[in-house]
C-alpha cells in the first residue's frame, strides 16, 4: 500500500506542496486544480474562501509503504464474505424468516469463520507488527470497511491481551460481525448525513439486541459472539446501550471491540466530519473519554497502533517538515522520518532520515493533517459516533 495524498490543513500549507484532488467549493466550482503547485497568494486565497484542508501529493515517499499486518488478500476476502453473508441475510430476513438462518449460518457464517481463522493466523506470525490506518477509504462503503479493521484491530489487541488462538477466533468473529443487527435499520436512517432524531436513534440503537437475536438464533455459533453484537455500545462507566451495563458485568470480548470500534470510527473519515489523525484519536479516548472503557483494553489499542503511521507528513522540532517512513512497536512516538522540507518551506536538495529514536534532538510537534474539531462526547454522540 503506498499512500500519495494526504490531507493537510490549510493552516500548515507550504508554499511549493502540490495539491493532490481539485478543491472545489459548495456549487463544484474548481477553485485549484489538482497539481497545483502552491503559492503564498494560493494558500491565503484558501484561507479567504474558508476551506479547512486539500488534499497533497506526497511527492517524497512513493517508495514508503507502511507494513501489512494483514495481506491485502486476506482482507480482500474477508471482506468479500461478509459482504455475501449480510447480501444474504438481508434476504432471509426478508423473505424466507426463521427456518433460513440457521441454514444460512451453516453457509456463510461458516465462510466468514474461516476468513476470521486466517486473519488470526497471519497476525499470530507477525507479533511485531503494528497498526496502520487505511488508505482513505469510501465513505459509502464505511461499515463494510469499518467491520474489517474492528476485527484486525481487534484481534492485535487480543493477542496483547494474551488470549489463545480459540479466543482470537471468537473475538475476530465477535468483532467482523458486531454490527449484524444493521442489517434491519432502514437505509434511509444508516445514511442519513446529519444528526438523527430521537425516534431514528432509538431505531438505530436496536442494531445490538437485533444482531444479538440473529446470531443466538443461528446455532452454530458461540454465545461469546452473540455477547459482542449484544453488548459493543455498553461503556465501562455505565450509561450505555442497550442495558447499561458496567464495567466487568460487560462481557470481555465486547470491551475489546467497544475500544477498536470507537478508535476506527474516530480515524474514519464520515460524511459530517474528517477523520481524526491516530494521535488525536487516540489522545481523544485516553484523555476526554477514557471512563468509557476497559483500560486494559485500552492500553492494548494503545500498544497496538501507530500514533504517526508511515507516509504521515510531520513537523519538526526545528521547523524541518518530514514524512514518516518506518515505525518500531513500542516506540510509536519516535518514528524514523525523512527530511524533506527546511524550515522555511523549501524542498531539500536530498532528503535525509532521521531515527527520532535513535537523536532526543529531534521530535515531532505535530501532525500536518487537518484537525477536525475538538472531541467533545456530545459531539460525537450527536454526530453518530456512539451508534
Ligand atoms: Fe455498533
Redo the contacts with the bound molecule.
Keep these: 500500500m503506498v499512500l500519495r495524498v494526504y490531507r493537510v490543513s490549510v493552516s500548515a500549507l507550504k508554499p511549493g506542496m502540490r495539491i493532490g484532488r481539485s478543491v472545489v467549493d459548495a456549487t463544484g466550482r474548481i477553485l485549484l486544480t489538482a497539481g497545483t503547485v502552491l503559492k503564498p497568494s494560493y494558500i491565503q486565497y484558501l484561507k479567504q474562501r474558508g476551506i479547512p484542508a486539500v488534499y497533497i501529493i506526497n511527492e517524497a515517499a512513493p517508495d514508503v509503504s507502511p507494513p501489512e499486518v494483514v495481506s491485502p488478500e486476506t482482507r480482500t476476502r474477508l471482506a468479500a464474505e461478509l459482504n455475501q453473508a449480510v447480501v444474504e441475510l438481508r434476504e432471509v430476513m426478508a423473505t424466507r424468516g426463521e427456518a433460513s438462518l440457521r441454514h444460512w449460518a451453516g453457509v456463510q457464517l461458516s465462510r466468514v469463520r474461516e476468513a476470521v481463522a486466517r486473519v488470526v493466523d497471519e497476525i499470530l506470525r507477525q507479533p511485531q507488527a503494528i497498526y496502520h490506518l487505511q488508505e482513505i477509504r469510501a465513505i459509502d462503503d464505511y461499515t463494510l470497511q469499518h467491520s474489517v479493521d474492528v476485527c484486525i484491530l481487534s484481534v492485535m489487541m487480543g493477542v496483547s491481551l494474551g488470549y489463545d488462538e480459540r479466543k482470537l477466533r471468537d473475538l475476530g468473529l465477535g468483532a467482523v460481525l ?2 449484524i ?2 442489517v434491519t435499520v432502514p437505509e434511509a436512517i444508516l445514511k442519513k448525513p446529519g444528526p438523527l432524531t430521537a425516534d431514528e436513534r432509538a431505531e438505530m440503537q436496536k ?2 439486541t437485533r ?1 444479538f437475536e440473529i446470531l443466538m438464533r443461528c446455532g452454530e455459533f458461540s454465545f461469546h459472539v452473540a455477547h459482542v ?1 449484544y453488548q ?2 455498553e461503556r465501562w462507566c455505565g450509561g450505555g446501550y442497550p442495558r447499561g451495563l458496567k464495567g466487568p458485568e460487560i462481557h470481555e470480548l465486547a470491551r475489546v471491540v467497544a475500544v477498536a ?1 470507537v478508535y476506527d470510527a474516530m480515524t474514519s473519515d464520515r460524511v459530517y466530519r474528517p477523520g481524526y489523525p491516530p494521535e488525536r484519536a487516540l489522545r481523544n479516548m485516553l484523555e476526554v473519554l477514557p471512563d468509557w472503557f476497559d483500560p486494559r483494553a485500552l492500553a492494548a489499542l494503545a500498544e497496538n497502533v501507530a500514533v504517526y503511521p508511515v507516509g504521515t507528513l510531520v513537523e519538526l522540532n526545528t521547523g524541518e517538515t518530514a514524512v514518516v517512513t518506518g515505525v518500531v512497536k513500542g516506540r510509536a512516538a519516535r518514528p524514523r522520518v525523512r527530511i524533506l522540507r527546511d524550515p522555511a518551506g523549501r524542498p531539500v536538495p536530498e532528503p535525509w532520515e532521521v531515527d527520532l529514536a535513535a537523536d532526543p534532538t529531534y521530535w515531532i510537534v505535530r501532525t500536518l493533517t487537518e484537525a477536525p474539531p475538538a472531541l467533545t462526547p456530545e459531539l460525537e454522540e450527536a454526530a453518530g459516533l456512539m ?1
Design positions: 458486531h454490527d443487527g444493521k442494531h445490538t444482531g453484537a459493543h455500545h470500534d451508534d
